[in-house]
């Protein structure tokens, strides 16, 4: 196809071209545009978005499109790279995670056109972004003071999904079912393959989560023949097929003991909850042999908080007998 049509654009073979799609209009009639930057390689190939900023004060999503628009990496030979830097212009401004009216992006999926505006931030992404494309990876990162080591999840059971997470070669890969409402789910009835990134924790610039998210993408890049070459992987592609989270069991102060990304042991004493007065001290101990893959960074916990996520490969699961029901 020598024209292809994004968002009511046409794009021709080696043609970079900035789209702005209208988002919303604030109260102060200001409208509010968020832009696409789109390049199309000199020849012919499959159509990749790259989608951050669902969650505004999910930085680090943002920061990888950034570097990859900065660093001339959004030009492929063959097909089309669509840069999506932020979703939510909303939450952006505000430092917040949701749109204004408190409503999660991500859980708004169709959307509708006269919805509430989370449901409408939606509707401009299923109506102007994901009809065009084949493949998207929707960048996030862990919630408030809680870090993710660099993870893709993806429906695993599906082949093409599965492809797209092993070519991106995440140090972790989690089989994720589909959530209720998501950009994945309703962008995977249309046909289209969507996984998602996460990485680091919200307000905060992770470098090791940019750089693996960079590399990461260039690699599906050049999985999907896009571009010639993509960085080696540092470290393997642990596939977890099941996770689980260590919470506290009273309030108090977390102190812990572990790194994010680090395997740990049953037993293993991983961290310890106090009072503020020296009163008492209580052990955390490791539930299973599995992986940090995300850990809560915020010392003032409550009782049922969650302190670590962790998430077991084939190995782990071998090595941790299951308890019978
Ligand atoms: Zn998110």
Known sequence: MRVIQIAGQEIRLGEF?????????????????????VSRGIEDGPVLALMAGMHGDEI?????????????????????????????VYGFLNFSRDVPDGKDVNRSFP????????????????RDVIP????GIDFHTGGAMRAN??????VLKD???????????????????????????EASKKGKKVIVYEGGESLRFDQTA????????????HHLNMIDWAPDPKEENRIIWSSTWVRAKHAGLFHSNVQCGQLINKGEWVGTITDPFGLFKEKVVAPEKAYVIGLNNIPVVNAGDALMHLGMDNLCKLETPSQPD
């Not at 080591?149 to 993806?154: D, E, G, L, N």
């Open 149 to 154: 080591y660099p993870q893709v999840r993806a």
């Open 17 to 37: 071209k900035e789209i702005k799609i209208n988002i919303a209009k604030l109260p102060s009639q200001t409208l509010i545009d968020t832009p696409l930057y």
């Open 111 to 126: 959307g509708s056109k006269n919805g509430s505006l989370a449901s409408r931030v939606a509707y401009h992404v299923m």
């Open 210 to 221: 940019i750089e693996e998210g960079i590399a990461g993408t260039l690699r599906l890049m």
């Open 60 to 88: 680090n999503g943002l920061e990888i499109v950034r570097r990859i628009l900065d660093g001339g990496l959004h030009q492929p030979k063959r097909g089309t790279l669509v840069c999506m830097p932020i979703i939510n």
């Open 159 to 185: 082949q093409l999904n599965s492809e797209l997470a092993n070519a991106f070669h995440a140090p972790f890969t989690l089989d994720a079912p589909f959530r209720p409402n998501s950009l994945r789910k």
């Open 132 to 135: 065009f494309i084949d493949y």
